[in-house]
């Protein structure tokens, strides 16, 4: 979860001249969005750094690398997220990804971009993944991989107004910094089920948005655990239940279960249950084994309930013809 700030300097105005009193404001707005970055930092180090999504299980790769190449064709995901709608400035997050096999070899390639904005507050990544995949068994595979990229965090000072009585102006100065991330995963996969675990944030870099940034300011390691299983009742209605567990230190560990139902492999319904944040329904379709279309409404139960209206989420994706058998 992200936490939103309200920060309103100390009350108060200076009889100073015009000159000092410009300068003062100038310094003492540089101290505020020192302060800001830095509470930024500690709210994101105890929440969700990754970008979240409900529909995780149709885009999975951008939650483990080594799904890429697990399939035979490459594939196109696009995740829109408005989340807490109602509420000025909630998070938005977007995601595309596209990831498929080599034409010959156990292997395969991908990359992914996603965008997350929550007020003045914004960070973009750019990734290229690689993954190897080995026989076990008949049934069984087992894959490896890696994503490698950079990622830019801001924090847009244009955006901030201070109410004064003394009108200081609002900031303006936008902070950015750009630093080197990485990713890797596990993937257990057969026929009916499967397992993975990865780890996101492997260099725990530190945001210097500016000179004398603190400490604080950095990327932690996410850990995801995953796992799901198909069952098929009849030729018409297939049964999915999944489960993802994700974990960043020194937050509480946090797990979504979801179950979904697939009548001919064409459309699905389901419902998902996240701890200590929310509850969903989703909808989807398929269309010809190649358009898909997914919805997701998220319902919170945790204290920010009662100040928005839930959260959105869409799914599209496109698979191409296989290249390999």
Known sequence: MRNFLNIKSPAGSSKRGNHCKTGFARMRNMLYLTFISLLVSVSVVKGQQ???????MFNDYVINPAIAGTHSYYQVR????????GITDA??????????PHTSKDMGFGGHVYTDVAGPTSRNGLYGTYAYNIVLNDNMRLSMGASAGIVQSKIDGTRITFHEPDNIPSLESVASTFVPDASVGLYLYASNFYAGFSAHQLFNNKLNYYENSTGLNKLKTHFYLTGGYTYAINSDFIIEPSIIIKGIMPVPVQADLSVRAYYREMLWMG????????????IGYIHDERFYFGYSYDISFSGIRTHNSGTHEIMLGMRFNPIKK
């Not at 990754?50 to 995780?56: A, C, D, G, K, M």
């Not at 419902?271 to 989703?282: G, H, K, P, T």
């Open 271 to 282: 419902a998902a249950f996240r701890s200590r944040d929310a509850a969903s329904v989703l």
């Open 78 to 85: 696009l995740n829109s997220r408005l989340q807490w709608v």
């Open 91 to 100: 998070p938005q997050t977007n995601s595309l990804s596209v990831y498929g």
């Open 50 to 56: 990754v970008p979240h999504f409900t529909q995780y």
